[in-house]
Each structure stands twice: as structure tokens, then as C-alpha cells.
């Protein structure tokens, strides 16, 4: 059984940085699609970025965009997403999501009902 665990929400100032760590387990990796999704209260969760952990392909949503970066750590097993220049709207949930799949594009990606595990999530905040 596929198992995720995200670390490293906390509060920051806007302008600052914080790296998440996705611990997965349960499964050898290589042939997922490893993707972020954030939540803030009543709204949607959205896609942030997903990564093919066979090719290293990155994949981002246009508001995240420069400031964002996604990474994967083979020997650790581990995906990070570090943000930077954070601003209020990036508050929220984030959570990691896996996918044994390949070949498929961002639109796909994107899509949150696509991916067949998550994590519990943790909280960003970020002040202004």
C-alpha cells in the first residue's frame, strides 16, 4: 500500500521560503507521477506542480510559476517542493498525490481525481 507523508508547513512571511518533503513508501517509484495540490478554506484544491519520477519532468501551474520548484530525491524515496517568494494566496493545505502511470501531460496531471493516493496535508501559512 502506497504511503505519503508531508513535512515542512509553517508560517512565513510574505517574500520567504519553505521547502515541503513528501516521504512515499510502499511501492518502487519509478514509473509514478508524484503531483502538489493546495487547498485553502472554501475553495477548490488545485493543482500546484507534479513531477515523472521516471524522467524527471517537471510540470507547474501558472501562479506558481518561477517562484515554486519540484524535486525528487531517488535513494530517499522523497519529493520536495520549494517556495519561494511566498505570497498571502499561497496559504493553504498542501498535499502530495501519487500516480502509477506514464506518457500522460499536464492536463491530465492537473486533475486531482486522477491520483490514487495522498497525503494528509500540511498547512502553509504566509502573512503579509
Known amino acids: 500500500q502506497v504511503h505519503l507523508v508531508e513535512s515542512g508547513g509553517g508560517l512565513v512571511e510574505a517574500g520567504g521560503s519553505l521547502r515541503l518533503s513528501c516521504a512515499a513508501s510502499g511501492d518502487t517509484f519509478t514509473e509514478y507521477i508524484i503531483g502538489w495540490f493546495h487547498q485553502a478554506p472554501g475553495k477548490e484544491r488545485e493543482f500546484v506542480a507534479a513531477?515523472?519520477?521516471?524522467?524527471?519532468?517537471?510540470y507547474y501551474a501558472g501562479s506558481v510559476k518561477g517562484r515554486f520548484t519540484i524535486s525528487r530525491d531517488n535513494a530517499k524515496n522523497t519529493l520536495y517542493l520549494q517556495m519561494n517568494s511566498l505570497k498571502p494566496e499561497d496559504t493553504a493545505v498542501y498535499s502530495c498525490?501519487?500516480?502509477?502511470?506514464?506518457?500522460?501531460?499536464?492536463?491530465?496531471?492537473?486533475?486531482?481525481?486522477?491520483?490514487?493516493?495522498w497525503g494528509q496535508g500540511t498547512q502553509v501559512t504566509v502573512s503579509s
Open positions: 513531477i515523472s519520477w521516471s524522467d524527471g519532468n517537471t
Open positions: 498525490a501519487a500516480k502509477r502511470a506514464v506518457g500522460f501531460g499536464i492536463v491530465t496531471m492537473m486533475s486531482s481525481r486522477w491520483y490514487d493516493y
